[in-house]
């Protein structure tokens, strides 16, 4: 039972050993959480493979006491039928522990140990896995969120529109992608420093966020870009979250060591109407919305045309 287990425990060791590596030339902020995350999992994967060893070795124990033949040759015992202990004999481990021959009994208080071990290693076992539970459920929210931002990104959001088109597809209903681009973002790094830089990003993303309906989502796509996704939502509702967001960030005025800034933004709008077209070309579409709105002026949203 166990022998499968520690393979696939060892493999896993080897694949994150592997991914340590390559975190190790990277040096976001991001990247140096999830490594410290890796580390300490390594560390619980290890322990655990030893707990597994453990536990194979008192199940051959186990095991070789269950199919040791019984030094009494009528198994038939009166009281005994329906509780054994081994699958070539029915016989009760408590009855056994007051068998008449020595050598029953000192086999059944051995087995009765190893019994108690084993229950022991078990719950150790069993701790060690809620641990390696819990390490990988951090492991995959790290693996999936905007160090910065706090948001999905761009992996997590890929996830969520290729469940959400599965589920448009089979509904039959719409759903709608919103890019949105802050403009001029080169200038405020240039001009205010990334420390500034990443406090708009912050800001912009928070605002986002307050004004999407329950059921929208919104993701760091990439730089200044952000993607927010609209289940069952068609080209009118859109708009209007897309409007909201743009006017949540225009009405602003940004601080700075400078002075006040002024802040906007682009938003490309697109809407793929009873689950047609797939996901990837939702984004196209919406891309080339933006981008239109930013030709257009920026500070707007664009909806697409084609």
Request: aromatic residues 4%; contains cysteine; glycine residues 8%.
């Amino acid at each position: 039972m166990h022998a499968t287990g520690e393979a696939d425990n060892e493999q896993l060791i080897q694949a994150l050993q592997q991914r340590l590596t390559e975190l190790e030339n990277r040096d976001d902020a991001l990247s140096r959480q999830y490594e410290t995350d890796l580390r300490a999992y390594l560390k619980l994967l290890s322990r655990f493979g030893k707990v597994l060893a453990i536990s194979d070795k008192y199940q051959e124990l186990l095991t070789g006491v269950k199919h040791r033949p019984s030094a009494h040759p009528d198994q038939n015992v009166p009281g005994m039928a329906g509780k054994g202990i081994g699958h070539d004999a029915d016989i009760a481990l408590d009855s056994l522990l007051e068998h008449p021959e020595a050598e029953v009994r000192n086999l059944a208080n051995h087995h009765a140990r190893l019994l108690r071990q084993m229950r022991k290693i078990m719950m150790i076992s069993d701790g060690y896995l809620k641990e390696l539970r819990d390490a990988s459920l951090r492991l995959e929210l790290v693996a999936k969120t905007d160090a910065l931002t706090g948001l999905t990104n761009r992996r997590g959001m890929i996830e969520k529109l290729e469940i959400e088109n599965a589920r448009a597809l089979r509904a039959g209903s719409s759903m709608a992608a919103i890019l949105v681009d802050i403009d001029d973002f080169k200038n405020v790094n240039d001009s205010h420093g990334h420390d500034i830089g990443d406090q708009v990003l912050k800001t912009v993303a928070r605002l986002l966020q307050e004004n999407l309906r329950r059921s929208d989502s919104c993701a760091r796509w990439g730089g200044e870009e952000f993607i927010i996704l609209c289940p069952e939502c068609g080209w009118d509702q859109a708009g209007v979250v897309a409007e909201k967001c743009r006017n949540s960030i225009a009405g602003m005025h940004f601080p700075t060591p400078q002075g006040s800034m002024n802040l906007s933004i682009s938003c490309g709008v697109s809407c793929a109407d009873k689950g047609n077209p797939e996901w990837e070309e939702l984004l196209k579409q919406a891309d080339i919305a933006m981008y239109r709105a930013k030709a257009a002026g920026k500070n707007r949203v664009m909806l697409f045309q084609a």
